[in-house]
């Protein structure tokens, strides 16, 4: 079975500076994905950015990149020019690679807040 | 941009009432899931459903719980008798393939009194 552990519970930033949030996971797994979702104020679950655990290179979206450490089993989130709207929880979640067993696992999140 | 939809938003019930929530995947989508959030807490898997049969289950998926794509547009959870604890927000998600990116719905917070 799968874990993810996210071990801020909070984090606080002004706007505009640059946060990290971590994640880290454990498996046996050799081949998977990892996500971060959003999730504001309105509970809605929102895709962030997805990571391939076969690509060495880290996803980048806009201002949201990863630094995805296989061997460490760690991918840790950043935000850079941080905006009010970033304000919400943040879950990372952990997907096998394998088809019909790909439930996702989350963590249980941090919850960012962006101070004006 | 297409995205997953769910009806009701809110749905309160009396324990041990039968609900169903429903959701509405993405057109192109195949595969279909189901997720709960107790307030607080972490969102965990319940189901994955493909071609329609279920792929994949969670431990808390027990006989309580049946899903279903009665049409070729909805998909829906059936919570058959329901108890206290599971009052939640339960999220709907589609993916065109597996494994692949899921894509979520709003979520129907059910308040079980």
């Known amino acids: 079975a799968q874990t993810v552990t996210q071990s801020q519970p909070e984090m606080s930033v002004q706007e505009a500076e640059t946060v990290t949030l971590s994640c880290t996971y454990d498996?046996?797994?050799?081949?998977?994905?990892l996500f971060w979702y959003k999730q504001p104020p309105s509970r809605q679950m929102i895709l962030v950015i997805r990571q391939e655990a076969y690509k060495q290179q880290n996803a980048t979206e806009n201002r949201f990149s990863v630094n995805f450490q296989k061997a460490a089993k760690s991918f840790s989130l950043k935000i850079s020019d941080s905006q009010l709207g970033d304000t919400a929880m943040y879950f990372c979640?952990?997907?096998?690679?394998?088809?019909?067993?790909?439930?996702?696992?989350f963590g249980k999140g941090t919850h960012l807040i962006i101070q004006p | 941009e297409p995205e997953v939809t769910q009806t009701p938003s809110h749905q309160v019930t009396q324990m041990g009432q039968e609900v169903i929530l429903r959701c509405v995947p993405i057109?192109?989508?195949?595969?279909f899931y189901w997720y709960r959030q107790i307030l607080g807490q972490k969102v965990e898997f319940l189901v994955s459903f493909y071609n329609n049969e279920i792929s994949e289950k969670s431990e808390i998926f027990d006989d309580q719980f049946s899903v279903e794509r009665p049409d070729g547009s909805n998909f829906t959870l059936k919570i058959r008798s329901t108890k206290l604890e599971d009052s939640a927000m339960y999220f709907c998600?589609?993916?065109?393939?597996?494994?692949?990116?899921?894509?979520f719905g709003p979520g129907t917070r059910l308040t079980v009194l």
């Open positions: 979640a952990f997907m096998k690679h394998e088809i019909g067993a790909d439930g996702l696992t």
């Open positions: 057109s192109n989508h195949l595969y």
């Open positions: 998600a589609s993916g065109q393939g597996s494994p692949d990116t899921q894509y």
């Open positions: 498996t046996s797994e050799n081949n998977y994905y």
